[in-house]
C-alpha cells in the first residue's frame, strides 16, 4: 500500500465535471507511483500536464453531451432559419408541380403561348366569351350582337382609277367610283366647278386649259365638209348611275368614222340642261356619245335634246335605271343607239376638253345642228335625279369653229 502524497487533487475544483476531476486525482496517484514520483512539486507538476491534456479533451466531451436550452434572443433568430429551409424545399417543389403540369399541358405542335394568342385573337374577332359554368379558357360562346351597341362604320372603299389613253387622256369608258373627302368634285357647293382644278393635281387643266368645253357656238365657218359615217348597230347594253349623271356602257362593234379615221362607239350619258348653247341658246338637254381610235383620241358627237314627243331610247335607258349608284347593271334585250340621231346630220365641229375633270384636252368634238325631242315625262325623270349636271360655258380663246354646210 502506498500512501498518497496528497488527499485529493488540487486543481478538481476547476473541473465542471466531478466525475472527472476525482478518477483524474486516483489516475495521477497510481501514475505517480509507478514512476516513483515523491514529493509535491514534481507530482503539481505531473497534475498540470494532466490537466491540459484534460482541456484538450473536454470540447469532445461536450460536443457529445445533450445541447442546452438556446438563450431568448436566438430562440427568435432560429425559427426565421427553419421557415427559410422548409420554404426553399416548398418553392422547389412547387416549380416542379408546375414545369410537370405545362409538360404535360404543352401541345405536341405549338408552343402554349401561341395557342393562347391565337385563342384570344379568334375570340375577339368572334366577338366570343367563355362559355357560362365553364372554367376551362377553351370554352368560348359567340355573343349575339347588342343593338343598342355603337356601331363602327367601315372604311369606305377606295376609288378605282380610270384609264387613260396613249395621249395622258381619261378614258371616259372606264366607270370610276368618285373619290370621298377634298377630292370629290360636283356641279355646286364647295366641289364645284370653280374648285375643280385645285382638287387634284391631275385637275389642273379645268383651271388652266385653253381649249376647255363646253362654248357658246357662235360664228361659225360654214364649209363643205364630209359627213360623219354614223356605224351603230343594235346591242346589248348596262346602266350606271355613277352620281353625277346617268351612263350607258356598250359593247365593241359600233363606231362612227371622221376623216377616214375610226372611233369606236365607248358609252353616252346626259346633261340637264345642255352644255353646249347655240347661239347663246341653251336645250333642255343633251346627250354625249363617246367614241375613241386606237391611238386613244376622244371624238365626243353631241345630239342636243327638247321637249316634244318620247324617245324610245331615252325610254329604254329610264326602264334600265339601277336601284343603286355606282352599280353597272345589264338591261335586258338590246339597243339601237342610232336612233338617238337626228334626220339632219349636220354638226358644229371644233377642238375642246371633256367637260367634266380631268378635263383633258385634244378632244374632238362634233355637235349636232339638229336637235331630237323627249317627252316631258322623260325629261322630268332625269330632272329628279339631277336637276342641274351642266359645266358653265367656258371661253372660246379665238378656237376655229366649223360648220358644216
Request: net charge positive.
Amino acid at each position: 500500500m502506498y500512501r498518497p502524497i496528497f488527499p485529493r487533487h488540487p486543481l478538481a475544483f476547476l473541473s465542471p465535471i466531478s466525475r472527472t476531476a476525482g478518477n483524474c486525482r486516483h489516475a495521477l496517484q497510481r501514475l505517480a507511483a509507478r514512476m516513483g514520483v515523491t514529493g509535491l512539486f514534481p507530482v503539481s507538476l505531473l497534475a498540470i500536464g494532466a490537466l491540459a491534456a484534460l482541456a484538450m479533451v473536454a470540447p469532445d466531451a461536450r460536443a457529445n453531451e445533450p445541447a442546452s436550452a438556446p438563450a431568448p434572443k436566438e430562440a427568435k433568430a432560429e425559427p426565421k432559419a427553419e421557415t427559410r429551409t422548409e420554404a426553399r424545399p416548398a418553392a422547389t417543389a412547387q416549380k416542379g408541380e408546375k414545369a410537370e403540369k405545362a409538360e404535360k399541358a404543352e401541345p405536341a405542335d405549338a408552343p402554349p403561348e401561341a395557342m393562347d394568342r391565337l385563342r384570344e385573337k379568334l375570340a375577339q374577332r368572334l366577338g366570343a366569351v367563355r362559355a357560362p359554368g365553364s372554367k376551362s379558357p377553351n370554352d368560348l360562346q359567340v355573343a349575339g350582337k347588342n343593338p343598342e351597341a355603337p356601331q363602327v362604320p367601315r372604311p369606305a372603299a377606295k376609288a378605282k382609277p380610270a384609264r387613260a389613253g396613249a395621249d395622258g387622256a381619261l378614258d371616259p369608258h372606264a366607270v370610276a367610283l368618285h373619290p370621298a373627302g377634298p377630292a370629290h368634285w360636283a356641279y355646286n357647293g364647295a366641289g364645284g366647278p370653280d374648285t375643280w382644278a385645285s382638287l387634284k393635281p391631275e385637275f389642273a387643266a379645268c383651271g388652266t386649259g385653253q381649249r376647255q368645253s363646253p362654248i357658246d357656238i357662235r360664228d361659225g365657218i360654214q364649209v363643205q365638209m364630209p359627213a360623219i359615217q354614223f356605224d351603230y348597230k343594235p346591242s346589248g347594253f348596262s346602266v350606271i348611275d355613277n352620281g353625277h349623271t346617268v351612263q350607258v356602257n356598250l359593247p365593241a362593234g359600233s363606231g362612227i368614222t371622221v376623216n377616214n379615221r375610226r372611233y369606236d362607239l365607248l358609252q353616252f350619258h346626259f346633261h340637264r340642261p345642255s352644255e353646249e348653247r347655240i347661239n347663246g341658246k341653251p336645250f333642255d338637254m343633251v346627250v354625249h356619245l363617246v367614241h375613241k381610235d386606237p391611238e386613244g383620241k376622244l371624238a365626243v358627237v353631241a345630239v342636243l335634246l327638247e321637249r316634244g314627243s318620247a324617245q324610245p331610247v331615252v325610254q329604254a335607258v329610264w326602264n334600265a335605271l339601277p336601284l343603286e349608284k355606282n352599280e353597272d347593271t345589264p338591261a335586258p334585250g338590246s339597243l339601237d343607239v342610232s336612233q338617238l340621231l337626228p334626220k339632219d346630220q349636220r354638226f358644229y365641229t371644233y377642238m375642246g376638253s371633256l367637260t367634266t375633270p380631268p378635263c383633258s384636252e385634244g378632244v374632238l368634238w362634233m355637235v349636232m345642228k339638229q336637235p331630237v325631242q323627249l317627252s316631258v315625262d322623260q325629261l322630268n325623270i332625269f330632272s329628279r335625279m339631277y336637276p342641274m349636271n351642266a359645266r358653265p360655258i367656258q371661253p372660246s380663246a379665238g378656237r376655229m369653229i366649223k360648220e358644216s354646210s
